[in-house]
């Protein structure tokens, strides 16, 4: 995430690959989500003894109580969450609030765990994070149903659950329980500079045909059409994958996360391939952009070297350091090809990052509450304006926040898509599969294997991955 590393960033890949595909029955999975929240030292009510009519304060937090807060420090800082907290302290002022933040999570609160004193509020995420199904599984985390029940403090007529993005629920669902709030909320797809699209009079593509079209005027200027961040096939993979769920649908892509080996077979698959392999092809890729990190092929394209570039939404806080600041970074989602079954807006997205309230924590209570409070549109501003980054919270952004181009675009992007966002679920529950996708990508985009035989590997690997 941000400027992680590359195993963090495939650790957010595979959070927000958990997201159910268009966010469906999420309602009905809440439902049996009635479990007990487990009880703090100071004897914290537990689901269904909060009083959530209470908009105010719905899980009765008492101001003389301390909050203790635990923030990954990775891609997105922790100074955000220092904002957070200033909101938490005019509501209670009587409480003293311990920040802390660090890269190791594991290292800093396992021993915490084990004694049973863990901080009230935990970002937990990075390469390091403590493993959420082995938390819940020795009960150690406050299931947040009642936070999902509880009133938004912007509307109170509206309940916490009500307010959030598609996917974010199922994000942070594990064995049927909601466990963490899965704050940020990414988008992934092409980027390009608004600068360079106006100075050479470019229309920006909205189908593959103008997309390629645009490519040869581009390659005509002496400039590189696309790079890619060629030592992380998964990058690339978000072009070609989203290009067959635009053309195949939502059930195709359903067949292709069950491991369908069938499913390799639709004519869907074949005909954005091919189409993508133009790219390769025509040879409209950056000289050695196939053997670059993401930080070198990012920092090139940035550098104008490049016209487009695949990545998800923390690109923009991630190149920061090399992003010349009239370069107007802007958002594409992927263009159409004939015959699609998801319209042009449709965007991949899922959210990530998640928050947990240790059931053990000395201040449940409060845990929840400072949730409670991240999800308003003032603190969802602050975050935007701080990490460069959405959140979870639908329209949590305001038009008196002041956003860096690359987010507004992506603002605008999930405003238009609306209902239709998607994401794939195999990351998560075939990782061995998701490998073998991205090797074989990495020798398509080489040109030492065909289209043809990048789907062969691909149905090959479904079939030994769901038998083994």
Known sequence: MGSATEYNRRDLFKRAAAITVLAAGSSSLLAACAGGTGSSDKGTKAA?????????????????????????????????????????????????????????VTGKLQPRFNAGSPPDVIDDSGAKQMKLDVLADSNQLTDLAPLLDAPYIDDPSKKIRDVLLPGTIDSGTVKGKVYNLSYVYTV???????????????????????????????????????????????YINVVMMDMIAKQGGLELMKRIDSLDAAAWDDPAVKTAVEAFFQIVDKDFLLTGTNGMTHIESQTAWNQYKAAFIPSGS????????????????????????????????????????????????????????FLRMMLTKEASGKFAQTANSLTCLKDGVGPEVQLKPGTASTVVALKAAGDHTFNYQYPNTASKFDEDLQNASGELMAKRITPAEWIKRAKESATKNKTA
């Open 48 to 104: 269904g003894g909060y009083n959530l009519s209470d908009a105010k304060n719905p899980f009765g937090v008492k101001d003389a109580d301390g909050l203790e807060v635990f923030i990954f420090d990775g891609g997105y800082g922790n100074e955000y969450a220092k904002a957070f907290e200033a909101i938490y302290s005019k509501q209670f002022p009587g409480a003293k609030i311990n920040h802390q933040a660090d890269k190791d």
């Open 188 to 234: 992934f797809g092409w980027w390009y500079s608004g600068k360079l699209f106006k100075d050479n009079g470019w229309t920006v593509p909205k189908t593959w045909a103008e997309f390629i079209t645009l490519c040869e005027q581009i390659k005509a200027k002496g400039i590189a059409p696309v790079a890619h961040q060629g030592k992380y096939p998964y």
């Open 314 to 369: 923390w690109l923009e806080n991630e190149q920061l350091p090399t992003t010349p600041a009239d370069f107007d970074m802007k958002f594409l989602p992927m263009p159409s090809l004939p015959g699609d079954k998801l319209p042009f807006e449709a965007i991949r997205a899922g959210a990530g990052e998640p928050f947990i309230v240790p059931s053990k924590a000395k201040n449940v209570a409060g845990g929840l509450e």
